[in-house]
């Protein structure tokens, strides 16, 4: 069973890089936290919308009997920065679970949004 205190624990291991003076859990870091906190729940992706200079993307967290304990919605647009370039999809998949994962609480206790978010919104 998934608990504050449980989520409390894994965002204490969880590495954090410095953007800005803020400090944030990287995608990678938070599905590992998940995956440390609920060895049996499942991430899942879906394409919402995709043509060829855009994508929208929902990832659902759920536990082990299936039951949804969070959603993320991402968007990215082909060519708006340099992984966006080639990498348009792949990049809005992780930045869907990434979100998820913090509405989850995973990764969030300071900020909400991805690192690579801020970074895009800053740049």
Request: hydrophobic share 40%; with cysteine; charged share 25%.
């Amino acid at each position: 069973m998934i608990t504050y205190e449980g989520i409390t624990e894994v965002n204490k291991g969880l590495p954090k890089v410095d953007i800005k003076g803020k400090k944030y859990s990287i995608v990678a870091a938070r599905i590992q936290g998940f995956r440390k906190l609920i060895p049996d729940g499942m991430i899942k992706t879906e394409i919402v919308s995709i043509d060829d200079s855009r994508v929208v993307m929902t990832a659902t967290i759920a536990d082990g009997d299936g039951k949804v304990l969070a959603t993320g919605t991402a968007f990215e647009e082909k060519g708006s920065s340099y992984i966006n370039k080639t990498s348009y999809v792949e990049n809005c998949e992780t930045s869907a679970v990434g979100r998820a994962l913090a509405m989850l609480g995973i990764g969030s206790e300071e900020n909400l949004c991805s690192a690579d978010e801020l970074v895009n919104a800053i740049n």
